[in-house]
């Protein structure tokens, strides 16, 4: 499989990420094992997850996607087979959170112990800390490079202004830069990245690693009324698509799919996949038999028409 390089990174990568926030949520262990194990059997290397994965599962604190992959490594002894990216800031327990010098030493010691491993790929600032001086978090993670322990920085949930700000400081004072964005993008969420941001990562060849890719499972088709969300984990996060506009993206997806003999989550992923600025969407899958979907969508090239009316379909209104 052909590997992309992930902005101006030392890190080649495969066309699609597998998301890992499920691990410990709508996946057990078992699961999860086997899903990683098909997913690198495909030839694909690129796993995303994150410290706080999956706190907001009840009876979860934080720290379980991690540990679901650290202890597979572990298992498998492949640790040199994956490229492994994941995240710090966000809450994980009273005082716990942020990008400060002080925090991120923390937070890199805990998610080495969970994953097994003693380096980072790709370590991500998981939003803005507004509160944390720029220049502080960047030199914390230059630290973190001289040590061996990160190879990579991205960041994720950023603002353009405050990502361009950051990669002035990076080249002014000759810290790391950010290599990788992860903004909220999918056929249903254009607003937040196009525009300003996807400009700037394509003018300063930041990679991008959207989430949400599959639009919480809506760009697969599996909901097309009230009725299908329910009972579902991820079905309440899908029901603001369910209108006109949502429901008009969904027709150009099948009709297009029709013609490739493919799912509308495939074509969904092949559109991003597709776009210059991206580098590699993130797409989750529960079961085998969506991984071999997911994988599958990385073989569609889709064609300048095929493209174009999904455009249409989904532009802003």
């Known amino acids: 499989m052909e590997k992309r390089r992930l902005g101006q990174s030392s890190l080649?990568?495969?066309?699609?990420?597998?998301?890992?926030?499920?691990?410990?949520?709508?996946?057990?262990?078992?699961?999860?094992?086997?899903?990683?194990?098909?997913?690198?059997?495909?030839?694909?290397?690129?796993?995303?997850?994150?410290?706080?994965?999956?706190?907001?599962?009840?009876?979860?604190?934080?720290?379980?996607?991690?540990?679901i992959i650290g202890k597979w490594l572990k298992t498998r002894g492949n640790r040199?087979?994956?490229?492994?990216?994941?995240?710090?800031?966000?809450?994980?327990?009273?005082?716990?959170?942020?990008?400060?010098?002080?925090?991120?030493?923390?937070?890199?010691?805990?998610?080495?112990?969970?994953?097994?491993?003693?380096?980072?790929?790709?370590?991500?600032?998981h939003r803005d800390d507004p509160?944390?001086?720029?220049?502080?978090?960047?030199?914390?993670?230059?630290?973190?490079?001289?040590?061996?322990?990160?190879?990579?920085?991205g960041a994720s949930n950023f603002s353009a202004e405050r990502l361009a700000e950051a990669l002035k400081i990076s080249e002014e004072k000759g810290l790391p830069?950010?290599?990788?964005?992860?903004?909220?993008?999918?056929?249903?969420?254009?607003?937040?990245?196009?525009?300003?941001?996807?400009?700037?990562?394509?003018?300063r060849k930041v990679g991008v690693i959207g989430y949400y890719?599959?639009?919480?499972?809506?760009l697969t088709g599996k909901y097309r009324s009230r009725a299908d969300t329910e009972g579902r984990a991820r079905g309440s996060r899908a029901e603001k698509y369910l209108n006109d506009d949502g429901f008009g993206v969904l027709a150009a997806l099948d009709?297009?799919?029709?013609?490739?003999?493919?799912?509308?989550?495939?074509?969904?992923?092949?559109?991003?996949?597709?776009?210059?600025?991206?580098t590699a969407p993130i797409a989750s899958a529960t079961n085998l038999e969506q991984l071999a979907e997911l994988v599958a969508a990385a073989d569609i090239a889709l064609d300048a028409e095929s493209i174009e009316k999904i455009d249409a379909a989904s532009k802003p209104r």
Request: glycine content about 8%; some cysteine.
């Open 12 to 67: 080649q990568v495969s066309p699609i990420t597998f998301g890992c926030n499920v691990f410990g949520w709508t996946t057990d262990e078992k699961t999860s094992f086997a899903l990683l194990d098909a997913w690198l059997d495909a030839g694909f290397n690129f796993l995303d997850t994150a410290d706080v994965y999956s706190r907001w599962h009840p009876g979860n604190s934080g720290g379980d996607s991690e540990m």
């Open 80 to 125: 040199d087979k994956v490229i492994l990216a994941t995240k710090l800031g966000i809450e994980m327990a009273p005082g716990k959170k942020g990008l400060s010098r002080a925090y991120m030493r923390q937070a890199v010691e805990a998610s080495l112990r969970r994953l097994q491993t003693d380096y980072i790929d790709l370590y991500q600032s």
């Open 131 to 153: 509160e944390t001086p720029i220049e502080e978090t960047l030199s914390s993670y230059g630290d973190l490079i001289k040590a061996g322990t990160v190879r990579e920085i």
């Open 177 to 203: 830069r950010y290599q990788s964005l992860q903004p909220h993008y999918s056929l249903v969420e254009r607003t937040e990245f196009e525009g300003k941001l996807e400009e700037l990562c394509l003018a």
């Open 213 to 218: 890719s599959l639009a919480s499972g809506f």
């Open 255 to 278: 009709e297009v799919a029709k013609r490739y003999e493919a799912k509308p989550g495939q074509i969904a992923i092949a559109w991003l996949i597709a776009r210059p600025s991206v």
